[in-house]
């Protein structure tokens, strides 16, 4: 006797709908790809209990003929494509002729539709892959399709439905991430009665933006881009100060189609770099317009990952673009300005009487007004860069600046700096020893001694020289001449670590070895400066290029200036 059999029509027909269809929000993506493939500028999503019992797509596209509405749920029926070289040239988002046939088969489905131009529409009707009747039906321009009780005819697959309200958040998901690239098409989503999201058309991709992810985060989000004779590439990324815990303001499109692929999510995070902190992700959407014929979009049941025939340059595009927008959009610290003994103005108080202070902005205009208390000229201190004018709790340095106060945190500036002329030194191999007058005993563990035996060479290049004692041990006899007041056992058994899980590639060594360093040898939170020591560590951070953030990622300084002051003592409206 046979074990293996051909599967009834309908059960194969059940098995093929899940690869396309696992939940409501699958089935609202593949209708609202048709709406944009078919050209509707309008369209709008109606749900009720979270899709599982109404999910109706409406659009003002072109609509269907009666033939094709009912050749549209036939299996692999589609418009999109005649033959095979058309699936390496795919343009649409939709293209397989699998989406409707799927939902008919596990779904009671209705589809309503009068082709542009024309007087009489049609409407379908089909239950758990049955068909039911065509008639003829007035109705607007356009599609309409209904899909109710979703998996009625699969109850194993209805009970893995989640909850209304979570079912709810998946639609609105999925509707957010297909009307990013769509900026002059009108989305909708009702629940019921009530609107829970609407986005109007608008000429501009940054008001779509600024409606998905926040006005706040749209305002603040860089535009830059890469082209080249195979791709052009816009992207839109928020500053680091807005990254967040998850990962889920990372988007990604290619042709229109929104994608979740781990190497375009690796090179957004790598053109951060050391901008973020350990364990967040910055909120980024990047387009990418490429020939079709450079990608196979005909991966996944569900289309949202795609192969690059040439990845590498795509990756390196984005890393580039990334590095670049934040490059140029990075407020960068003050730097010191030689001034000669010219005097300006600086307020004085006379007297400790009590007094009205100015308004230093006009409350209507935020203009500078005139001071008008009594002016005493000094020499020009302020105007000649950050003056340290105190440090707080031991961790904050107090700096004066032209326009207001700059706050630099003493540990993350001195990290920066520290990092900066040691990668510059490792990368040269030219690291400025500094002899231990009594070597350093470590014992190590096994393991560790096997590491530091077999990578001696990494440990000199980064400057740090160890010799083998015996046994476990070792004596540490010299360290670069930038790090003090380290603690060596701790340093060498994390360096060991690093070392030891290695890295792509030798730059990404060097970073992760000067990283740990720059973080050891760094003057600490709390610990006292004097006034020299700390107008020399702002000296060296005004120095360099771009010293906003620490090797991981933590803000260096916060700038305030005297109008945000003035709002927020409510001196100005």
């Known amino acids: 006797m046979n074990t293996i059999r051909i599967l009834p029509e309908k059960l194969a027909s059940q098995i093929a709908a899940g690869e396309v269809i696992d939940r409501p929000s699958s089935v609202v993506r593949e209708l609202m790809d048709n709406s944009i493939d078919a050209g509707a500028d309008r369209i709008v999503v109606r749900i009720e209990s979270g899709g599982k019992r109404l999910i109706k797509v409406s659009d003002n596209g072109i609509g269907m003929s009666k033939d094709d509405l009912l050749l549209c749920v036939e299996r692999h029926a589609?418009?999109?494509l005649k033959t095979a070289a058309d699936l390496l040239n795919v343009k649409s988002l939709g293209f397989r002729g699998e989406a409707l046939p799927s939902m008919a088969a596990v779904s009671r489905m209705?589809?309503?539709?009068?082709?542009?131009?024309?007087?009489?529409?049609?409407?379908?009707?089909?239950?758990?892959?049955?068909?039911?009747?065509?008639?003829?039906?007035?109705?607007?321009?356009?599609?309409?399709?209904?899909?109710?009780?979703?998996?009625?005819?699969?109850?194993?697959?209805?009970?893995?439905?989640?909850?209304?309200?979570?079912?709810?958040?998946?639609?609105?998901?999925?509707?957010?991430?297909?009307?990013?690239?769509?900026?002059?098409?009108?989305?909708?989503?009702?629940?019921?009665?009530?609107?829970?999201?609407?986005?109007?058309?608008?000429?501009?991709?940054?008001?779509?933006?600024?409606?998905?992810?926040?006005?706040?985060?749209?305002?603040?989000?860089?535009?830059?881009?890469?082209?080249?004779?195979?791709l052009s590439m816009k992207i839109y990324a928020a500053p680091p100060d807005f990254a967040r815990s998850r990962g889920d303001r990372l988007f990604a499109y290619v042709n229109g189609r929104n994608i979740r692929d781990r190497m375009i999510t690796k090179a957004i995070m790598d053109g951060y770099g050391r901008r973020l902190m350990k364990g967040r992700y910055p909120q980024v959407v990047v387009f990418i317009n490429i020939d079709p014929s450079e990608i196979d979009v005909n991966v996944h049941p569900a289309k949202q990952e795609i192969r690059f025939h040439n990845a590498r340059t795509v990756f390196q595009a984005i890393v580039s673009a990334i590095e670049k927008m934040l490059a140029r959009s990075s407020h960068p610290f003050p730097r010191q300005r030689s001034v000669g003994s010219e005097a300006v103005p600086v307020q004085r108080d006379i007297s400790f009487s009590v007094f009205e202070p100015p308004a230093i902005y006009s409350s209507k205009t935020g203009e500078r007004k005139h001071l008008a208390r009594t002016e005493i000229l000094e020499p020009a201190v302020v105007a000649a860069g950050p003056r340290v004018i105190g440090q707080l709790g031991n961790t904050y340095i107090l700096c004066q600046v032209e326009d207001g106060l700059i706050v630099v945190d003493q540990h993350a500036a001195h990290e920066r700096v520290v990092y900066e002329n040691l990668k510059k030194s490792v990368a040269a191999s030219r690291v400025e020893l500094q002899a231990l007058l009594l070597p350093h005993q470590l014992e190590l563990s096994t393991k560790e001694k096997r590491v530091v035996l077999e990578k001696d060479e990494s440990f000199r290049g980064f400057g740090i020289e160890l010799d083998y004692f015996g046994g476990n041990t070792f004596l540490l006899r010299a360290v670069p001449a930038l790090l003090k007041n380290v603690d060596w056992n701790s340093f060498i058994s994390e360096f060991i670590t690093e070392l030891e899980e290695g890295a792509p590639d030798e730059n990404a060594l060097l970073d992760k070895g000067v990283t740990l360093m720059a973080c050891h040898g760094a003057i600490r939170a709390g610990q006292s400066l004097?006034?020299?020591?700390?107008?020399r560590l702002i000296a060296e951070l005004g120095k360099m290029d771009l010293p906003t953030h620490c090797p991981h990622g933590r803000p260096i300084f916060r700038h305030f200036t005297y109008y945000e002051m003035e709002k927020m003592f409510k001196r100005v409206v």
């Open 530 to 535: 004097s006034q020299e020591e700390m107008d």
């Open 110 to 230: 209705q589809i309503t539709s009068l082709p542009q131009g024309q007087l009489t529409g049609h409407r379908l009707r089909i239950s758990g892959g049955k068909f039911l009747a065509i008639e003829e039906t007035g109705a607007p321009a356009g599609t309409v399709v209904e899909v109710k009780d979703l998996f009625f005819n699969i109850p194993a697959r209805r009970k893995f439905l989640r909850a209304a309200r979570t079912e709810t958040d998946h639609i609105v998901d999925v509707i957010s991430r297909i009307a990013m690239p769509f900026p002059k098409i009108t989305f909708r989503l009702e629940d019921g009665a009530k609107e829970i999201v609407h986005f109007p058309a608008s000429a501009e991709i940054l008001s779509r933006l600024s409606g998905l992810m926040g006005r706040q985060v749209g305002e603040a989000m860089v535009e830059g881009g890469e082209r080249d004779d195979s």
């Open 78 to 80: 589609t418009s999109k």
